[in-house]
Structure formats: C-alpha cells, structure tokens
C-alpha cells in the first residue's frame, strides 16, 4: 500500500497560509496535535483518508488537488534547465519534482523569467540583423548550442571547399564510374579496404540509416533509404576512408568552441565531400549549363535526388568555372529551419529567409510541384525563388516521419540563364517579402505573424487595419 501514500506537505502548507492561520490553530480545528501537523508539513507523514475528508470538510478542499503532481511545471523546468546558459546547472528528475511540488509559485516566476529571457533574447536577435543590415553591427550573443554554432559559421561563409573538390575528383577519376557509381563504388570498397555493403530490413536496422560493422567489414544500409540516399552513404563512407584526413584538415581551419561543435562541422564536410564525389565539379556545372540550372534534369543526369542536385547548385563558386550563385533553405512543414546554404554565404541580410509568404511555405499544399516565383524586398532588391518538397525517409504505416520543403533561389538579375527565369517572362510580377515580420515594415500583410520591433502598435478602437498586428 506504500504507492498509495499521499505526502501533500507543501500543499497543506499553502492552504494555512492561505487561511492566515498557525501551525496551532489549524491543527486544533483539524484534530490533531501541532508537532503532527508539523510532521506533515514536513513531508514526514502521509496524509490518512480522515485527515483527507477533515480537510475537504473544513476548508472546503479539492481532494484532486492534494493527489496532483506538478507535471507541466516539472516539463516546463526541463525545458529551462536544458538552455546551454544553464546545462552545467542541471538538476536530476527528483530535483525537479521537489521545486515544483515545495516551491510551485517560485516554480512558475522562474518559468516566467526565462521565457521573458527568450523573447528579450529573440527580440536582441532580430534586432542586431537589423542594425547589421543597416551596416552598424553588433556584439549581441546568446548561449548557443553547437549546432547553432557550425550553422553561423558554415552559412555566413561561401559553401565552397576547394581541397574537398579536388580529392573527390581524384577519386572519382581513380573509380572510372561510368553511368554507375554505385557499383563502382562498392567494387572500390571491397577491392581497397575488404568492405561489403547490404541493405537491411528496418526491423533489423530500426534506429539507424547507415552502419558500418568494422568487425564483419560490412556497411549496412537501411531499406528506408531512396536509391538517391544510399549512393549518398556509400559515398559518405568512401571519402571518409579515401580521404580522411583531408576533411580533418579542413575542420581543424575553424575554431569552435566545443568538441560536439568539431564533430558537427566535420560531419558537414563530409557530406559536402559526398556531393562532390557524386557530382564531380567539372561535370556537373558544364551540365547545369547546359539545362539552363534545370534541376530535374540534373538529378536524372547523375541519378542523385531533387535535394541533392539542389545542394549542389549552392557549391559551383570555382574561381575560372564558376556558376550561378545560388543559396538555398531548408524548413519543414512547422517552420523549422533545418539548413541554410549559399555559393557565397546565405544572404541574411538581403535576404532573410524568416518571411510567411515564401513559397516554400506554399509548397507543402502543392507536394511535389515546383513553384516558381520572383520576391520583392522592401528596399527594392530582387529574387528568383525556386521550392519543392522534399520525399525523405520512407515511412511505415503508423510512422509519421519529418517532412521537408527546400528553397532555391538567386539574385534576379540571373534569372535569363535559368530555365525558371526563362518560365517568368520578361516582366514576371513580384511578390512583396520581407525579411521576417519583426524586421519588415510592409503595411496591410495579410500574412504578418509578429508586429515589427521599429514600430509602435496602432490600438485605434475605432479603426481596425487589415494586418493582425497594425502599427503606427
């Protein structure tokens, strides 16, 4: 019967407290002694079922309320305690539970706080872009995981690695591919380093897309993957093995701050190295023009998929060969970034990436489709934007996987070398953006999600503006 015991000290304190009452006088019109009802303040006692019913009687208490645990505020502490400002300061699951079951108001003024610190932390963010923009940058920073710091790093820069392109070259002029670089490739990893490659089952390989059993020399793929992805990870492993060191060296040129951060970035490297093995330099950007950067022509002429082909578009800066400068970005269908990417650097300033009525956003009702569009930013500068869906990992029937949408795009003015400018016509009609809505002054946004920091918000009761945030 022990799980059955109710210890409600904290509570029963409340409710004195609540009444203004001592320890003395509430023990009296309870029936018990005052060292008792210390006991049970205490946590040193459970409450009886008399006791329970005394006190619903008495004080008019909900007895739910004496059985109830502070889950939500148990999760939302997680959550706080999780922020890399506080990861060193973690306290255990129990911890957790005492805060918000002895201290639940304390509890909630500390959630309160830091959620205040988030959006003081969002609002600093976005206006440091601002004044970035407007060429009066800032030293405003946050904690940062390590994820968020190799993306700075990895989009700020060119998305070009010249010493990975070179060794990918090299090998794929070792392998004589063909029209087959999957074979060829798995013929290379057995001839070089006695290493075979099979498709699993999910049932056998539930957790994991690739592995490699260094024990058998077998690199297991799962069944989950499109052909397209497969290639991907069989290249992944051959320009580890075939050039390993290249990639460490290249990861050694950044100075992050944490040994997870140094992993994420040499994961980066690699699977820009794979790219690059799949769809050497030379090859792929005399083929990108020759379509016209028509990305589905790409994908079938180096069977690669449709993200694939894309990332690939972002790397074409060689000096004497380069191509369009495209960037790109990934979100999924919550809004979540999952990459940002660009020939020379992802253009946050000019560009944003953060506004509603992206058709990256539109792509997820259309899945499949290619939207075409030109964007317009309020001071004038000129896009052309390019999104689809993406297919991932191929789900079970009670599965429910992540989804993806990918943005492509490039300043306007090199709209005529591509087939998608060529699609818009001459004078093709702008869609207005901005770059986020607390950086954009837009008026009457039928899609503005936020009012933007530089303004004050129009409360007029006798006029109401099209936008759900007006402003002055």
């Known amino acids: 019967m022990a799980e059955n015991k109710i210890f409600a000290g904290p509570r029963i304190r409340r409710i004195r407290n609540g009444l203004g009452l001592t320890q003395t006088a509430m023990a009296e019109e309870l029936g018990i002694s005052p060292s008792y009802l210390n006991l049970i303040e205490r946590n040193q006692r459970?409450?009886?079922?008399?006791l329970i019913l005394k006190l619903s009687q008495t004080y008019d208490v909900d007895i739910g309320d004496l059985r109830g645990e502070q889950q939500g505020s148990v999760a939302e502490l997680r959550g706080v305690f999780?922020?890399?400002?506080?990861?060193?300061?973690?306290?255990?699951?129990?911890?957790?539970?005492?805060?918000?079951?002895?201290?639940?108001?304390?509890?909630?003024?500390?959630?309160?706080?830091?959620?205040?610190?988030?959006?003081?932390?969002?609002r600093l963010s976005d206006l440091s872009d601002l004044l970035a923009r407007e060429g009066r940058g800032t030293g405003l920073a946050g904690a940062r995981l390590p994820i968020d710091e190799v993306r700075e790093v990895f989009e700020t820069r060119p998305n070009y690695f010249a010493a990975l392109e070179t060794a990918a070259?090299?090998?794929?002029?070792?392998?004589?591919?063909g029209d087959d670089l999957m074979a060829a490739l798995k013929i290379w990893l057995r001839k070089e380093h006695d290493i075979s490659v099979r498709v699993l089952p999910v049932q056998t390989m539930p957790n994991w897309r690739r592995r490699f059993d260094r024990h058998s020399r077998r690199l297991f793929l799962s069944e989950r993957l499109a052909p397209a992805d497969r290639l991907r990870e069989v290249a992944l492993e051959s320009c580890l093995l075939a050039f390993g060191e290249v990639?460490?060296?290249e990861a050694a040129t950044f100075a992050f701050?944490?040994?997870?951060?140094?992993?994420?970035?040499?994961?980066?490297?690699?699977?820009?190295a794979a790219h690059a093995l799949m769809m050497p330099y030379a090859a792929f950007q005399a083929a990108a023009e020759r379509s016209a950067y028509d990305i589905d022509v790409l994908r079938g002429r180096f069977q690669v998929s449709f993200e694939q082909a894309a990332n690939?578009?972002?790397?074409?800066?060689?000096?004497?060969?380069?191509?369009?400068?495209?960037?790109?970005?990934?979100?999924?269908?919550?809004g979540n970034r999952f990459r940002r990417a660009g020939a020379r650097g992802f253009p946050v300033q000019r560009f944003g990436g953060g506004c509603p009525k992206l058709p990256i956003h539109a792509a997820f009702a259309q899945p499949g489709q290619i939207l075409v569009e030109s964007a317009e930013m309020p001071d004038g500068a000129e896009f052309l934007l390019v999104a689809r869906t993406l297919e991932g990992l191929q789900a079970g029937f009670a599965e429910r996987p992540r989804r993806?949408?990918?943005?492509?795009?490039?300043?306007?003015?090199?709209?005529?070398?591509?087939?998608?400018?060529?699609?818009?016509?001459?004078?093709?009609?702008?869609?207005?953006?901005?770059?986020?809505?607390?950086l954009c002054e837009r008026q009457a946004?039928?899609?503005?999600?936020?009012?933007?920091?530089?303004?004050?918000?129009?409360?007029?009761?006798?006029?109401?503006?099209?936008?759900?945030?007006d402003f002055q």
């Open 46 to 50: 459970p409450l009886t079922v008399q």
């Open 82 to 122: 999780s922020d890399p400002l506080l990861a060193g300061e973690l306290p255990g699951e129990q911890e957790l539970l005492e805060i918000a079951e002895a201290a639940p108001n304390a509890a909630a003024g500390v959630i309160k706080l830091y959620r205040a610190y988030r959006e003081q932390h969002g």
């Open 169 to 177: 070259e090299t090998l794929h002029q070792t392998l004589a591919a």
């Open 247 to 249: 990639i460490s060296a």
């Open 257 to 272: 701050t944490s040994d997870e951060a140094r992993r994420l970035a040499r994961f980066e490297l690699l699977r820009y």
């Open 312 to 334: 690939r578009l972002t790397m074409l800066q060689r000096q004497g060969a380069p191509g369009v400068p495209f960037f790109l970005l990934e979100v999924d269908n919550a």
């Open 404 to 438: 993806t949408a990918i943005l492509i795009g490039c300043d306007i003015g090199y709209k005529d070398e591509t087939v998608y400018g060529r699609h818009l016509g001459t004078k093709p009609a702008a869609v207005g953006i901005g770059p986020a809505c607390r």
């Open 445 to 469: 946004c039928l899609a503005r999600a936020e009012p933007p920091l530089t303004r004050p918000l129009g409360l007029d009761e006798m006029v109401t503006g099209l936008s759900a945030f």
